[in-house]
């Protein structure tokens, strides 16, 4: 099972960056999926989560409004737009599937990752 993240880099504030994550292998239409973020000498946190339908989703209060987390399960793809960035959203961000058919803050609940993607925002 593979995750690969991609679309990270460096933005100035207030710039957007949109992340994908591609699953090969197999597919993930029936779990949730999420976005985690690790900044330096942090823990990795939750940042986004959809249900495996994409009809809900839930975010963390640090990028509520500002980020949007989407998926294409046709495409076996996950999303994460990113908009209004700010400097504090730096960090390597992952995804990630679900052991259920949604996912949440706690890790536990959380099986596969991805490699992670580094997005850097310049004041």
């Known amino acids: 099972v593979q995750l690969q993240a991609s679309g990270g880099g460096l933005v100035q504030a207030g710039g957007s960056l949109r992340l994908s994550c591609a699953a090969s292998?197999?597919?993930?239409?029936?779990?949730?999926m999420g976005w985690f973020r690790q900044a330096p000498g942090k823990e990795r946190e939750f940042i986004a989560g959809?249900?495996?339908?994409?009809?809900?989703?839930t975010y963390a209060d640090s990028v509520k409004g500002r980020f949007t987390i989407s998926r294409d399960n046709a495409k076996n793809t996950v999303y994460l737009q990113m908009n209004s960035l700010k400097p504090e959203d730096t960090a390597v961000y992952y995804c990630?599937?679900?052991?259920?058919?949604w996912g949440g803050g706690d890790a536990s609940m959380w099986q596969y990752w991805g490699q992670g993607t580094q997005v850097t925002v310049s004041s």
């Open positions: 959809v249900n495996w339908r994409g009809g809900s989703t």
């Open positions: 990630a599937a679900a052991r259920l058919p």
């Open positions: 292998r197999r597919t993930f239409s029936n779990n949730g």
